[in-house]
């Protein structure tokens, strides 16, 4: 996996997420990226992230992938609002207030699953996140998550 | 870790939860016990499941132990109604319909991390369970579930 994703320009400090921190080994290492005003990340869950059944995803995964997905999309859309791109300015980093999700279906283990995401308020350091979970085309849950900018990282100068 | 929680009584086939399946040897095997009214699950966090920052807990870990301990303490809760302790009847198996988590200060990662719940609401299939998180003493998040039962194991004659 070569691809560059949000979390990837969160400052060292701020990259050590189990979900999504580039720098945490034993972890997920999610990807968020934007694809038109959405953002998106995928992944596949490893096969023993099972719930009670066998051949469903525990829950708290689900809660995790909305979670990490939301944050990096709160950071992204905080920088697009100003006109650039991650990478291109120091990455904002926010942390989790608020999250719910609501479970539609079972979540079916061993195919990859899409978690796509939008902003539904953007204001000072607070954002309000939407998001939906698919897998193999189908909706399997929806979540929303209201995040908080850290202060310091909206004061960085420079990214690490 | 012999203690024998909620989550032991689980039927073979609902016990691969990866949060707290016995059945599931890479997962957390969270246990839920009584405490009074109430239930309690306790769980150290493994040295990687860190958030952002090096020295807490990502918040999807806490959004599975919210999940986890509310569908054991909604199964409990259930066997209770009707007069018995886990183990002394086939245990039902609630899973999530809905999970909301607020998180209110940061979870020190390396303490013993305590979630205690009560019930809510109980209503047929549906049971309605609130939970706190604290962590050395301090309440760092609190959520709300709502657990519905699947119909399988409310027809079930015996344990396996």
Chains 1, 2 share one sequence.
Not at 9 to 38: I, T
Request: hydrophobic share 35%; with cysteine.
């Amino acid at each position: 996996m070569t691809t560059t994703g949000f979390q990837d320009h969160y400052p060292d400090d701020y990259a050590h997420c189990y979900g999504c921190g580039r720098l945490n080994e034993h972890g997920m290492r999610l990807k968020s990226v934007w694809d038109g005003p959405e953002s998106v990340c995928r992944f596949t869950p490893r096969p023993h992230q099972t719930g009670g059944l066998r051949d469903i995803v525990y829950g708290g995964l689900i809660a995790s992938l909305v979670d990490c997905h939301c944050a990096g999309t709160a950071a992204a859309a905080k920088l697009r609002e100003e006109g650039f791109q991650p990478g291109e300015r120091p990455m904002p980093r926010f942390v989790t207030a608020s999250l719910k999700v609501d479970y539609i279906a079972p979540t079916p283990i061993g195919v990859e699953i899409e978690v796509r995401a939008r902003v539904v308020e953007m204001k000072g350091r607070k954002a309000v996140i939407a998001a939906t979970v698919s897998a193999g085309g189908t909706m399997t849950a929806k979540g929303e998550a209201v995040m908080v900018q850290l202060r310091e990282t909206a004061s960085a100068t420079e990214e690490r």
